[in-house]
């Protein structure tokens, strides 16, 4: 493969490569590596991507970690943490590979490309991590920035805010207010509406309330939970926010919430 070969890559990647050497590299297994050499007279190392990835990885993390701790001022670490791990896992970091359709481009060895190795989840998220190396290196930590955000981490943000799919995290009342602020509703009014038992074991009941509108009345009655602080019980309650919103039509919210459940 010639690096003019991978032009629809660095299209699709968003930058073009000063050193297209370094996209090659990102691109080689080490299946295709490992064979190169075996071809030679010499001992002379042929380059894989196993480095890059090494990189690569790092790169990521730092990126989605700056965003994250940006974009949710109100998270503890916990969740930033959870968060992170779902935007740099496996299996979501596979499937913007896929829409970049890295498999076609990769460089693999016989064996490897007999085997479906152009499919392989591990080969095509060890691929694409080490192309953020390779854009690092090549144009420094904006480029990478960039691709990160534009790819991996505001795509999945932007789907799971739309859905109304759980966050993999605890802090659901910080997600139920991302959630509102994509859907242009108004934040939710967290009600104690019971408290019940001795003061060393209390238990609190609080409801979340929905308006439509500011100002709106009566308001959405959505979720009532329990705990044995107030924390708590407003987590549950936010909690149970986020599955009712889940179930709305998309599109509609508002005039589905008109018909929901009135207190």
Not at 47 to 61: I, K, R, T, Y
Not at 78 to 93: C, F, T
Not at 207 to 235: I, Y
Request: charged share 25%; glycine share 6%.
């Amino acid at each position: 493969m010639t690096p003019s070969d991978t032009s629809p890559l660095q299209q699709a990647l968003g930058h073009t490569f000063a050193r297209p050497e370094l996209l090659q590299q990102a691109l080689t297994h080490s299946s295709k590596a490992r064979e190169a050499e075996a071809r030679q007279e010499d001992e002379v190392r042929v380059a894989d991507n196993e480095q890059l990835e090494f990189l690569g990885d790092a790169v990521l993390s730092l990126v989605t970690s700056e965003e994250l701790f940006q974009h949710f001022p109100s998270f503890q670490e916990g969740d930033l943490s959870k968060l992170r791990a779902h935007l740099v896992s496996e299996r979501h970091l596979v499937k913007v590979a896929r829409k970049l359709d890295l498999g076609h481009f990769l460089l693999l060895g016989k064996g490897e490309e007999k085997s479906g190795g152009r499919s392989k989840t591990a080969l095509l998220v060890d691929a694409l991590e080490a192309i953020l190396a390779a854009i690092y290196l090549d144009g420094g930590l904006e480029p990478a920035r960039r691709l990160i955000l534009e790819h991996i981490v505001a795509p999945e943000l932007q789907h799971l805010a739309s859905t109304g799919k759980p966050l993999p995290l605890s802090d659901y009342k910080s997600a139920l207010q991302e959630r509102l602020q994509a859907m242009g509703w108004s934040q939710p009014a967290y009600v104690l509406v019971a408290e019940q038992g001795p003061e060393h074991h209390k238990m609190f009941t609080i409801e979340t309330r929905l308006q439509l509108r500011p100002g709106e009345e009566p308001a959405c009655f959505v979720g009532r939970g329990e705990g044995p602080t107030k924390k708590s019980a407003e987590q549950d309650a936010a909690r149970q926010a986020l599955e009712y919103l889940a179930t709305l039509p998309e599109n509609s919210s508002q005039d589905v919430g008109r018909k929901a459940t009135h207190t």
